[in-house]
């Protein structure tokens, strides 16, 4: 059969169709006298919408009549269109994956006429994914439900299987009377792909969900019987596989297991050749969700949210770090951009100067609001950078105009406290600011520590660095709306200054402990060009930056130890440039635009929109070598936070 509607009408009928075993999405179709002509055909298909080349495909063929006699030989062109175009156009080329991959495509040839589509299932439909194991020839469980739509059964009464063998026909009756959708408990090959409306497959799952939990308290007793000892056993399985399951998963899982974090595994090849941990991932993945999501009582689901609160905690979470970098913090969009598109943006985000600005504006705005953002980044203000004038620079200290940047920040990020983006978005942000007293402490502003103070007034209090822009003080927000000094006694300023990357607080407040730093300040690029590479060069570069880094802060700690009986401006000073040169600036993955002096110009100016192009263009170039090790490597944990946020009866956002 076939259907026509939305983009987002195939991922709901692969989560709710019962009989069908594929879904496929009609990409190309044209008539052929050869099976050469299939490239030809497959070459009209604009195939960078549909996979990058750092991603895999498949191609499974089928055909009838004369034409094309050979479906392997079909299936060749059609993967040589592909890999042909995407070379010409990138330099690079996906490979094949003929186990799990990305993309399966699938060419039906009848007569003349070719067709090519992708897969959105992946594996079969029939697979729901509660079959622990499987006696000799098990009945298919999208047959099974097909028989029983078709039976004169009212879909209410209790249903009695005396032959019963591994319970198919009971567990489809089950979830047809409670009104379950059959791929809940699994995953799609389309939920990896960019062009995805994500908003929509969540809201989709969550109804199942809703619908499911309503409709599992009207399910009556369902009755099997068979004289196979092995069926029963099975049966009996199907029931009690999952505690087992969950113990072993909780146990075992851990950040690094076995060594798949290795970032020597990406050294050659960036993706596409590390077939076997991709698979235990997908397997452990998939595992996870199907614990969340079998049913269980009441008592059953707190004991499984626990476990899993636990594992989650022992595997920890990972970060998205914005460093400073004054104009060069624009790159940060483009990150952002890159994640966003692939799913893989995390939901605890931490931003210092220009990347506080970046990190505010993308927590107080929905997948939808960001989405929008990055269709029509021309909505942004850019023109945050205005001088003070002589009189006033010479009054207060301070080259630029405050005021004019936080007009900006409000146009760009809005009134929204810290507890209001939270909620809001379903991101944690955190801004560092630094202080101006030498007894106090820097600050990490988030929803958990500074609830009601406003995320634009910390973004400014972030960027300003001492000599552009004066200290500021924080404001937050009262019940009534009013605003109202926060700590009415200090005074804050650029968070790059002592937090730059607050990996340690953030471990802290969110159990983070994997870092992904995205690092555009201008005193650290030129030394992260040649980090993570191999060879004479990168070595050379590595120990004059190691050399540079240390002698920087060993004359800063004389410094700073000489003026320690100092007070005022001079003890602070010298603290501050302690600490900018003291830090650490990398994370477990490094994201950088590529460095080149003439990025300089632009460090304190307003960025042109054909700037702001350029800088997310840069931003996503930056991300793309490494979407295969972030996928890899957030895997695991993405998926506890999807499971525990399902028990917790919270839609996953």
Known sequence: ????????????????????????????????????????????????????????????????????????????????????????????????????????????????????????????????????????????????????????????????????????????????????????????????????????????????????????????????????????????????????????????????????????????????????????????????????????????????????????????????????????????????????????????????????????????????????????????????????GLRRAVRTGALLAPERLYDVLLHNVGEATFREAWEHSGRSLNISVSATRSQQKPRLLSHLTAPDVLVARAALASSALPGLFPPVQLLRKLPDGSHTPYLPEERWTDGSLDGDLPKIRLSRLFNANHFIVSQTNPHVLPFMRHRGRSGLRPAISGVLSATARTQGATAADLVRRATSRSTGPVQLAARQVHNLLSQDYTGDIDLHPQFHWSLYRKVVSNPTPTDLQGFILEGERSVWPHLARIRNETRIGRAFERCVRLLEGVSPR
């Open 1 to 388: 059969m076939s259907f026509q509607g939305p983009p987002t009408l195939g991922p709901r009928a692969c989560l709710w169709s019962r009989v069908a075993t594929r879904v496929f999405e009609e990409l190309q179709r044209g008539r052929i006298h050869s099976a050469d002509d299939l490239y030809t055909v497959a070459s009209r298909v604009p195939w960078d919408r549909y996979i990058r080349p750092d991603q895999t495909l498949a191609v499974a063929a089928r055909t009838t009549g004369t034409t094309v006699k050979d479906a392997r030989y079909a299936s060749l062109k059609v993967k040589d269109a592909v890999v042909d175009q995407l070379r010409e156009a990138t330099g690079s080329r996906p490979d094949v994956d003929t186990e799990d991959p990305v993309l399966p495509l699938r060419v039906t040839v009848k007569g003349k006429v070719a067709t090519i589509s992708r897969d959105l299932a992946g594996s079969s439909l029939h697979k729901r994914g509660y079959r622990p194991a499987q006696h000799a020839s098990p009945l298919n469980e999208a047959l099974a439900a097909g028989l029983l739509l078709l039976s004169d059964w009212d879909r209410t009464s209790p249903v009695c299987d005396p032959m019963c063998g591994s319970a198919t026909f009971l567990i489809e009756a089950a979830f047809i009377i409670g009104d379950r959708a059959p791929g809940l408990g699994r995953t799609f090959a389309f939920e990896r792909w960019t062009d995805l409306d994500r908003a929509d497959w969540e809201a989709a799952k969550a109804d199942a969900r809703a619908r499911w939990a309503v409709g599992k308290t009207r399910v009556p007793m369902l009755h099997g019987n068979d004289l196979h000892p092995g069926s029963l056993g099975l049966a009996r399985k199907a029931a009690g596989r999952a505690e087992d399951l969950a113990e072993t998963l909780t146990a075992s899982l851990y950040r690094h297991q076995n060594e798949i974090a290795d970032p020597a595994l990406y050294d050659v090849a960036l993706g596409g050749t590390k077939h076997l941990v991709e698979r235990y991932l997908h397997a452990c993945e998939h595992a996870l969700d199907w614990l969340s999501q079998v049913p269980m009582d009441e008592r059953a689901s707190r004991a499984r949210l626990e476990r899993f609160r636990v594992a989650w905690k022992v595997y920890g979470r990972s970060a998205l770090m914005l460093s400073g970098g004054a104009t060069l913090g624009f790159h940060h969009l483009g990150v952002v951009k890159a994640l966003f598109d692939a799913g893989l943006l995390p939901s605890i985000l931490s931003g210092a100067s220009t990347g506080a600005m970046i990190a505010a504006g993308v927590c107080a705005r929905d997948d939808r609001e960001l989405r929008d953002l990055f269709e029509h980044p021309q909505q942004m203000r850019l023109d945050g950078l205005k001088p003070a």
